[in-house]
Nanobody, 116 residues
Framework: QVQLVESGGGLVQAGGSLRLSCAAS????????VGWFRQAPGKEREFIAS????????YYADSVKGRFTISRDNAKNTVYLQMDSLKPEDSAVYYC?????????WGQGTQVTVSS
């Protein structure tokens, strides 16, 4: 069982930065690939970025490529999402997701609001 807790969301002006954290419980977190997703009101949840279990590989949605960076520290059981050059359209609830074969867990989400 893995429990995920996101933090770091908040209100920021356009062009600003935030760093989200996804802290996990469980001794096997280092075996999980982790992704960040977001959901804006009235829209479907969308993929933002993911990172492999060991951190060697990362992938980004085109909408955030070059602005967001995903990283992880398995010693701290934490995955980060550094978000720079934020835009109002980045406003959403951000969720982290951990996946290992058929096992999949979601956090409760953290709100990010970018003002213009």
């Amino acid at each position: 069982q893995v429990q995920l807790v996101e933090s770091g969301g908040g209100l920021v002006q356009a062009g600003g930065s935030l760093r989200l954290s996804c802290a996990a419980s469980g001794r096997t977190f280092g075996s999980y690939a982790v992704g960040w997703f977001r959901q804006a009101p009235g829209k479907e949840r969308e993929f933002i970025a993911s990172i492999s279990s060991g951190g060697e590989g990362s992938y980004y949605a085109d909408s955030v490529k070059g602005r967001f960076t995903i990283s992880r520290d398995n010693a701290k059981n934490t995955v980060y999402l550094q978000m720079d050059s934020l835009k109002p359209e980045d406003s959403a609830v951000y969720y982290c997701n951990a996946k290992f074969y058929s096992r999949e867990y979601w956090g409760q989400g953290t709100q990010v609001t970018v003002s213009s």
